[in-house]
């Protein structure tokens, strides 16, 4: 269901300042179109900012790959990266994989509701899809934040957490640890949990179950992929 962008607006201002009262108002009215609209354009204008730090970041490594066959290969390279295409994918790849990633959520988040009791509350699967994507629009002061550094520097590589003060190999399984508990990401999982518990009317104990386990499962492969 959508609002008016002035109702907009004090929903995000309450999930930032008094989330639990946002999620009380979701359980009694349902709403997600404009949350997610917001979600997909401010995602969409950051990257679209940052596109030229991230293509150099990118180009390089991908340079360096590529030498290892040929020049042709090179030269392939280079032109995808001045190309439409590469842009078009830096703004929409990371919008589609958040989405991706709340529906993953949502979905392994209602097999373990289901193992552990289940719930009394109706649509249970759009209850927890709601928790996900309002949890995810922690967002907009991320991207606020991390915009402007990216530009600053350079380097889309910015972090909010421990991986920024500790000195470590970026392609060591600590870093990757390290940058797992960025602030926004543990702001995002903290808000999610909330969301589960009310809109889902669930014990604590079965909340963190539920919004954590999917997390801290895709944090430990993504610990494998380094």
């Known amino acids: 269901m959508a609002h008016d962008g002035r109702g907009m607006l004090h929903d995000v201002g309450s999930l930032l300042t008094s989330p639990g009262t946002l999620f009380e108002s979701l359980r009694d009215r349902p709403r997600w179109i404009s949350a997610a609209l917001l979600l997909i ?21 991908a340079i360096a790959s590529a030498r290892e066959q040929n020049e042709a290969s090179v030269a392939q390279v280079e032109k995808f990266f001045e190309s439409p295409l590469f842009t078009a994918l830096i703004i929409v790849s990371p919008v589609a994989l958040t989405f991706l990633g709340i529906a993953i959520y949502a979905l392994v988040g209602l097999v373990l509701l289901a193992l552990t009791g289940g719930s009394g509350e109706p649509g249970p699967y759009g209850r927890l899809f709601q928790a996900a994507l309002w949890a995810k629009l922690v967002e907009i002061p991320h991207m606020l934040l991390w915009t402007p550094l990216v530009l600053a520097k350079g380097s889309p ?21 390290l940058a797992s508990f960025d602030l926004f990401h543990i ?31 895709w944090q430990f492969v993504k610990l494998l992929w380094v």
């Open 187 to 217: 702001w995002y999982l903290a808000l999610f949990v909330l969301g589960v518990r009310i809109l889902l009317a669930v014990e604590w104990p079965r909340a963190v179950l539920i919004a954590a386990l999917p997390w801290l499962s």
């Open 157 to 177: 590589e910015i972090f909010f957490g421990p991986a920024a003060l500790v000195e470590a190999d970026p392609k060591s399984r600590l870093f990757a640890l």
């Open 41 to 61: 354009v401010v995602s969409a204008a950051a990257f679209f900012l940052a596109r030229a730090e991230i293509a150099t970041f990118a180009k390089g490594a």
